[in-house]
């Protein structure tokens, strides 16, 4: 099973911006969401669908609807400027991990 | 500091093996679960493998199973991910990572918490 996420997203600085990730396995199982940057390995921003994890800053959210994630980011920053990948478990077999294709935020 | 190391990563011909390992630091490695991930050049993140603490769950992404083998040796510290049949598909920086739980919400969730800086594979003629 698959998630999907749109390619590429633009916000302009200081606004906000929403990233979505779509998939069955989302009914019925939590999301992650990783940030990553070029050159560098990915890096955490929620967990468990709307935790954000110690250092993540405040401006990171997290939400689902049905079989849609969300991750806003309120007030975005340049450095935000970043991959986002959300990541869950395959719906046909819920042993297995599985990243959205990932979206390419541009701070304007 | 949680440090995870990977290496082993090459320029191999199609159809040739590599065994990719993983240094873990930090922690108490044999508590954790530890996964692969790969990228391939300028794509996106790829699930391929876990392993649990005590190696009894062991899975594989359909894209890499009964190529892949995956294994671990806590008394070293260290995960392998043994790869044969190399396809030019799998070039790719490997990342292992650690698979941590944390509570939130009422509820435990699992989360890849620590990467290593990754290793290169390249499968080319």
């Known amino acids: 099973s698959e998630l999907t996420q749109d390619p590429a997203v633009s916000v302009a600085l200081g606004q906000t911006v929403r990233i979505t990730c779509q998939g069955d396995s989302l009914r019925s199982y939590y999301v992650n969401w990783y940030q990553q940057k070029p050159g560098q390995a990915p890096v955490v921003v929620i967990y468990g669908k709307t935790n954000r994890p110690s250092g993540i800053p405040d401006r990171f959210s997290g939400s689902t609807s049905g079989s849609t994630a969300y991750l806003t980011i309120t007030g975005a920053q340049a450095e935000d400027e970043a991959d986002y990948y959300c990541?869950?478990?395959?719906?046909?077999?819920?042993?297995?991990?599985?990243f959205g294709g990932g979206t390419k935020l541009t701070v304007l | 500091e949680v440090q995870l190391v990977e290496s082993g990563g090459n320029l191999v011909q199609p159809g040739g093996s590599l065994r990719l390992s993983c240094a873990a630091s930090g922690f108490t490695f044999s508590s954790y679960s530890m996964s692969w991930v790969r990228q391939a050049p300028g794509r996106g993140l790829e699930w391929i493998s876990y392993i649990s603490s005590g190696s009894i769950t062991i899975d594989y992404a359909d894209s890499v199973k009964g190529r892949f083998t995956i294994s671990r040796d806590n008394a070293k510290n260290s995960l392998y991910l043994h790869i044969n049949s190399l396809r030019a598909e799998d070039t790719a920086v490997y990342y292992c990572?650690?698979?941590?739980?944390?509570?939130?919400?009422?509820?435990?969730?699992?989360?890849?918490?620590?990467w290593g800086q990754g290793t290169l594979v390249t499968v080319s003629s």
């Open positions: 990572a650690r698979d941590g739980n944390y509570y939130g919400s009422g509820n435990y969730y699992s989360l890849f918490d620590h």
């Open positions: 990541n869950s478990r395959d719906s046909t077999n819920t042993r297995l991990g599985v």
